[in-house]
């Protein structure tokens, strides 16, 4: 149908085209036209809560006009587009985002003191969107801010989850999950009622006739459910380009709700249908690096994949073009393997719908992977895969056995390898291996951090590179998007740096932060610096007072650890460390221990709900503080704080109060890392392992610049065997001093922390806390001892910034654009 105005009609729209506030008076008018009519409430009924929404939805109206443009603009030029698959976007709070990416904060501030208004309690209103565990989710998110600020045509496509990850509250020390219901009221979701796909599920598949009357498999769904478009738009950073992010929400398909049934009385059953398929869409999976192969969440890949394929279909075929330019036009990534499906969904729209041979081979993919730890690799058990989705499983056969014959004629007679590349695993059930599917349907794998990648390609991997060659794996180190990790939250250290290395464009290349090595030695600068830093403790700190009723000391040296809590990450060897120095400062006397360095120890990060010794991690911080906290000996040198509910917004406060952060997982464990970076463009110092991205920063700022410590990934495996071949592991004298005093009841029922100590002690101390606690106690004292000259620290961080410019996520997405998706960005 053609939708579109006759052209005599045309004026009579571009004479009335809304264009939105452009300065404070105009913003000041549609504060209030919002709370007026779209919230229908008067300046006798205007609390903050709704000056936040009449504040957002004026940012909105102008953010949607330039969606439109971008759109028009993008659908004009007809190139190819990027689609981002992730079932994670961790965007946190908009508004702030949208008014410094538009460049209207000021305007706003100004406008709503004259309403009344605090711009930091309206932005403060905000309900985090939380669509994500952790960094795999906010690296997306990262990822839709540079996209867009570069000006590539690019879509993000995930779900709308009704609950994100819950709201963590810590009672009596422990871990209390609560549901995150953040749906209430979202400005910044555009409901597409009109765009919607019909996803089938179960049933049967058939031999028949298609449209063109080709003989194809048929399949028949058994269930069929709604996929409803939620549009967000995002905004780029100074400019015009405004991106889309597209969230599907599940919903009974029309003619699921069965009137006949409801008809005759029984309205629990229909209602009930209805029920079913909203729960597809209905929470987020709170693990992280986790695999638990239940079917919802099966379920909940193929809808999103499904629905978001037949978008980018339907797109491409307005085009009009023929399916042979498809690549030229559609470049899809693929974040992790939780969207691994749409390979085979492709492939089944081509053959079966679309009616074309199997062998067409397309380079439309690429795979990120983002962990080895064997129990985050997804499987699925065939079985399962066959009831839910019987045609998605015989394609998965087909492509497995076209893989395997054409490794059979490579390497003939080895069926070793056979076994161990295929992509269905000989297992009791038999399991379908999504990441070697994904390897295998996609023309570039890559890692995230240059460590990864090559582990990548000696573990996991390590036969798919014999099979296709090293040219298909590759490294895109992650990066963070400095817009909102240090110009929106942390403005007066932006600022500073602003004045230093010619205003704000380093916001759009970060390399520019280089100029600030001239001023390192520029005493007022240096003291600017350590002032704003001060400033950032002090919020925090009051924070800590508000919540905690906690006095910490701005003045002490404030040692960080916020992300998931994961025996890998190990938060387990921070509090051991943190309970060493305790008694450490315990058994001096009075006299030595006024010389020694105050500390707070911060830490922060949820627990899935089902990691149970995770939780008794974080119950073992808390227990720790309570004992330590209290103790008159100690006061100001040493606080165990722990934060709840760590979380995007919660990140903007702490990461820029931050001396020293921790990034301590076991060498090898972790992909990559990115609050690294984030630390660190602010200002802060690193205490980690040679593990992930810490690597390519100490590359990058200088190794005299971080404390590295612990054992190299490539003695790991060694270590590993080494305890296992051992009746009794002997451990480390100093941490045997921390075990005993935890046995001895000194934070609590030792009972609580026996799987805890055992872990290490009795079953092989798989994530060598006991190899490495002697360099970390070390290495955190010469942390103390550099704090002392704070000439020297400022010095030090200064430099580190300075040299941050490579961890920029526009230089990932610009390494993507031209290694992956070979994609040109479209001129605005
Ligand atoms: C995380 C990785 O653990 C982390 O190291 C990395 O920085 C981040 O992804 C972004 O690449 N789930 N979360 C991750 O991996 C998986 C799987």
Redesign the pocket.
Known sequence: VEASIPEPQREAWTKNEFSGFKNKDDFEREVVRHVETTLARSLYNCDQSAAYSASSLAFRDRLIKDWNKTQQRQTFADQKRIYYLSLEFLMGRALDNAMLNLGFKDVAKEGLAELGFQIEDIIGQEHDAALG????GR?AACFLDSMATLNFSAWGYGLRYRYGIFKQEIIDGYQVEVPDYWLDFNPWEFPRHDVTVDIQFYGNVRKGENENGKTVSIWEGGETVTAVAYDVPTPGYDTPSTNNLRLWSSKAASGEFDFQKFNSGDYESSVADQQRAETISAVLYPN??LDRGKELRVKQQYFWVAASLYDIVRRFKKSGRSWNEFPDQVAIQLN?THPTLAIVELQRILVDVEGLEWDEAWSIFGY?N??VLPE?LEKWPVGLIEHLLPRHLQIIYDINLFFLQSVESQFPGDSDLLTRVSIIEESQPKMVRMAYLAVVGSHKVNG?AELHSDLIKTTIFKDFVTIFGEDKFTNVT?GVTPRRWLHQANPRLSELIASKVGGNEYLKDLTLLNKLELFVDDKEFRKEWAEIKYANKVRLAKYIKSTLNINVNPAALFDVQVKRIHEYKRQQLNIYGVIHRYLTLKAMGPEERKKQQPRVSIFGGKAAPGYWMAKQIIHLINNVGSVVNKDPDIGDLLKVIFLEDYNVSKAEMIIPASDLSEHISTAGT?????SNMKFVLNGGLIIGTCD??NIEITREIGQENIFLFGVLSEDVEDLRHAHASKEQHVIDPALTKVFEAIQGGMFGNPQDFNAMISAVRDHGDFYLVSDDFQSYIDTHSSVDEAYRNQEEWVSMCIRSVARMGFFSSDRCINEYAEGIWNIEPLAV
Do not use: I, P, Q, R
């Open positions: 565990n952790g960094g795999l690296l992280d690096n992790d990120t983002h962990t985050a995230v992650n972790e992909a990559s890392g990115t992930g991205a």
